[in-house]
T-cell receptor, first 110, second 112 residues
Framework: QKEVEQDPGPLSVPEGAIVSLNCTYSNSAFQYFMWYRQYSRKGPELLMYTYSSGNKEDGRFTAQVDKSSKYISLFIRDSQPSDSATYLCAIGAAGNKLTFGGGTRVLVKP | DAGITQSPRHKVTETGTPVTLRCHQTENHRYMYWYRQDPGHGLRLIHYSYGVKDTDKGEVSDGYSVSRSKTEDFLLTLESATSSQTSVYFC???????????FGQGTRLTVV
């Protein structure tokens, strides 16, 4: 079993819809939770960073962490075609090493 | 791109030849990482460095070595390339928190 599980998708939504992404993890020592966006043939780009349970909002993006359930989510409101990308969750523990989910491919159709 | 430059961006090499990939940062950050990304496996850590001459193994370090003689440069070497090392390689650096990673644009390596 992988330490971090993420549905690979693809997830196809119409423009303007809410995109809902999630990851589950198994190691309760994980302390830092991140979401990255990766466009085709580009490096991953950090979108959201949090280290506590609860919600964090940044523009159209909301990251949610539930440590008791070992579950993290990313919501994208008012999705745009430019949001079409692969989204990766990343989770870290002390020691500065991140464990990544496999990524979910998202397609936002005009 | 967080001040990270990877070179080369693309390389085709033959099985059994040595290959060195370079990562250069202008941010003066302490931690640097090498990942590989493959379909079905996601991003996997190869090696990382926490300072000049201080390096450690990641989860897929077999067949790879690294060196860091200056803060700004982190080299990844495939001593004798194999077809299983065909992949996209990403270098990353930590940020001010030392717990996140900022990635370069990647090097696409093909071993034939």
């Amino acid at each position: 079993q992988k330490e971090v599980e993420q549905d690979p998708g693809p997830l196809s939504v119409p423009e303007g819809a809410i995109v809902s992404l999630n990851c589950t993890y198994s190691n309760s020592a994980f302390q830092y939770f991140m979401w990255y966006r990766q466009y085709s043939r580009k490096g991953p780009e950090l979108l959201m960073y949090t280290y506590s349970s609860g919600n964090k909002e940044d523009g159209r993006f909301t990251a949610q962490v539930d440590k008791s359930s070992k579950y993290i989510s990313l919501f994208i409101r008012d999705s745009q075609p430019s949001d079409s990308a692969t989204y990766l969750c990343a989770i870290g523990a002390a020691g500065n090493k991140l464990t990544f989910g496999g990524g979910t491919r998202v397609l936002v159709k005009p | 791109d967080a001040g990270i430059t990877q070179s080369p961006r693309h390389k085709v090499t033959e099985t059994g030849t040595p290959v060195t990939l370079r990562c250069h940062q202008t941010e003066n950050h302490r931690y640097m990482y090498w990942y590989r990304q493959d379909p079905g496996h996601g991003l996997r850590l190869i090696h990382y460095s926490y300072g000049v001459k201080d390096t450690d193994k990641g989860e897929v370090s077999d067949g790879y070595s690294v060196s860091r003689s200056k803060t700004e440069d982190f080299l990844l070497t495939l001593e004798s390339a194999t077809s299983s090392q065909t992949s996209v390689y990403f270098c990353a650096i930590s940020g001010t928190r030392n717990t996140e990673a900022f990635f370069g644009q990647g090097t696409r390596l093909t071993v034939v």
